[in-house]
């Protein structure tokens, strides 16, 4: 016995080595596949108050080209009311009864309530990038959201506290969103290869089709995440390599991740019946 | 020299983690060279620490990177791995009658050519546990390894600016 202890204290040092790094794996691999309230991330309390006073401090030097997004959203929204009101003097079927129309109530057209935030901690040249919002549970926030901004999709809540959200960034290398081609709405996959923060790839489109350069990506409204038609980007390249029977697409996407600064996080009402029906059914992917 | 460890290390801890978030996160040269200067630390703690001590502040130093990187676990991994590197190449760099006891780990008392292959000995074995950590499969480890070449140069170059701006050079250089 005595030399057992012996023998462990001599190799005390190698001991709390292998156990130190195998609690670093455990947390690797917890912090991957795990969704929902983790502790120690960018959305903890403290750690999100140190990266908002920071961003508060840089935000300074972009006022610009924040002011001009928002004004450049304001004319386009603008346009929409325009165009709405027109459509709504012109159109009178609300008046007529409801027990042969379809009442045009919004609450069943748009299940989808955005939720705007802040971007306080953002980076576009990891492997793995996640933004930092400063919206939280407190703001209606909850994990497996989507999140987009004024241009595109951004991506996806991972973890939310009280008044910080961590975001998983379409710049991630386990992210995919199911995205179509506007043009002849096929669908297929888009993922981020890492490098260049400007350009992803679009997955599974079958050779029968013929995508052609400038042809615009936009979400599919296949899940439940993002609403139909969000812009993703537009198609840089394609290329046919003859060993593989998908399209190797290169897509620009139209979100510049490196100028982000206000964000909508997307809220679906009907999330949970549409996933529990999918669910029952058999027939829910895995895809984002 | 202060042999022990001590207040000063504790502020180190404080402002090199802080640099590391606040300054360094911003900073990459060609999409490549990633500076993790919050390693120096480590690198600069007394050479005498002992062992088990000092894979725990290993641990801690990665640890308060990653909360911040939102990559958990992968700083705090690869600084264990340097922590525990640290007494086995300061072994192999010993000098040929063994470490004084005023000896640091300061480029003016040990000399340029001794500092510049133990921090980069160890930098290697820390970028190349973050990088491909990070990226968890060899699918590109060409792009992961030019990555991690140029970010140990990068780092490595900001370690002997910090030592010839902040680190005294009161005695005389060893022979």
Known sequence: MRNLFAFIYRFRAFLVFVLLEALCVYLIVRYNTYQGAAFFNSANKYVGRVLEYQSSVSDYFRLASINNTLARENAVLREEVMRHKATAQIDSTGQLDTAIYASTDTTHTLPYILHAGRVINNSVRRTNNYLTLSVGSADGVQPGMGVMSSKGVVGRVKTVSEHYATVTSLLHSQMLLSAKIKRDNTFGTIKWTGGNYRMAQLEYIPLHVKPVKGDTVMTSGFNTVFPDGVMVGTISSVARESDKSFYTIRVKLSVDFAQLSYVYVVENTHQDERTELEQNAGILTNEQ | ?175
């Open chain 2, 1 to 175: 020299m202060n042999s022990k460890f001590g207040i000063i290390n504790i502020v180190q801890f404080v402002l090199f983690v802080a640099l590391q978030i606040l300054l360094m996160d911003n900073l990459v040269i060609f999409g490549a060279g990633f500076c993790f200067i919050y390693v120096a630390f480590l690198l600069f703690l007394p050479i005498h620490i002992n062992r088990v001590f000092l894979l725990f502040l290993g641990f801690a130093v990665g640890f308060s990177v990653d909360v911040f990187y939102d990559t958990m676990g992968i700083h705090a991994a690869a600084s264990v791995l340097l922590a525990f590197l640290r007494p086995l190449v300061l072994n192999l760099l010993t000098p040929r009658d063994g470490y004084d006891t005023g000896d640091s780990v300061n480029i003016h008392v040990m000399g340029v050519r001794w500092f510049l292959v133990y921090t980069l000995l160890l930098l290697l074995a820390h970028h190349t546990a973050v990088f491909f950590l990070e990226t968890v499969s060899f699918a590109e480890a060409g792009y992961t390894l030019v990555k991690v070449a140029v970010s140990t140069l990068f780092t490595g170059v900001v370690m002997v600016i910090l030592q010839l701006l902040f680190f005294p050079s009161k005695k005389a250089t060893r022979a």
